[in-house]
């Protein structure tokens, strides 16, 4: 006569059945942790184009008890003035700046170093602006002693730099571009890894009966 007897031991296939269920747990925070949070970025990629100029990078964010507004705290990539008496470099570091826009830092010209990652309407130094920074802007430092200052006027991006000494090379109208940091090719390796493993546990068939 045929029976089914198990394969296991009872006591075994509930030490199994644990250990599938941890496995999942553990899984399942190690993918939700690697999903990027999409509420807010403490970094943010941007993107200045347009009369010979070309830059890009990052920006390092604090934020503020005001939603509307967060303070610049670092930036880094590269940056090109392609115009007559120009430079290139790379992006050095920030020039601390007071996070005020009613009292902005001067050297040789006002900037307050604040980002405003819903593109309110803020004034500083007098002026009117839309945009994700105001009229004072941010102010960076580029290889070779140059400085380098991304604002908006009105709705319309600019960009004025210097040369050594405080040398004033230009100023120029600029598409100025701003977006959330995106997560690295790793880790959406890793989030999609992790779901195949926890598909395949949560699904995978029993092991079949003995025939006897």
């Known amino acids: 006569m045929a029976s089914n007897i198990s394969s296991s031991h009872p006591r075994h296939g509930s030490l199994h ?3 599938s269920r941890a496995l999942l747990a553990v899984l399942a925070l190690a993918v939700f942790s690697a999903i990027p949070a999409q509420a807010y970025s403490t970094e943010e990629y941007f993107t200045i184009s347009g ?10 964010l604090a934020t503020t008890p005001d939603p509307n ?3 610049i ?3 880094s990539g590269t940056f090109t003035d392609a115009n007559a008496g120009g430079f290139s470099g790379a992006i050095t570091g920030l020039v601390a700046g007071s996070y005020d826009s009613t009292s902005p ?20 130094h007098g002026y009117s602006s839309t945009g994700d920074l105001d009229f004072c802007g941010l102010l960076f ?12 006027v009105g709705s319309t991006g600019t960009l004025l730099d210097l040369g050594p000494g405080n040398k004033d090379i230009g100023t120029y109208a600029v598409d100025i571009n701003f977006s ?17 493993l926890m598909g395949l546990l949560r699904f995978r068939k029993p092991d079949g009966a003995r025939q006897l």
């Open 141 to 152: 430092t580029v290889t070779g002693g140059y400085l380098v200052s991304p604002y908006y």
């Open 69 to 71: 507004v967060d303070e």
């Open 73 to 75: 705290t670092g930036v």
């Open 17 to 19: 059945k644990l250990c």
């Open 51 to 60: 009369s010979g100029i070309t830059s890009s990078g990052t920006l390092y």
């Open 105 to 124: 830092s001067f050297d040789p010209y006002s900037y307050d170093n604040l980002f405003y990652p819903n593109s309110t309407t803020v004034t500083c």
């Open 180 to 196: 959330d940091a995106a997560p690295e090719p790793s880790s959406w390796l890793f989030l999609a890894s992790g779901l195949l």
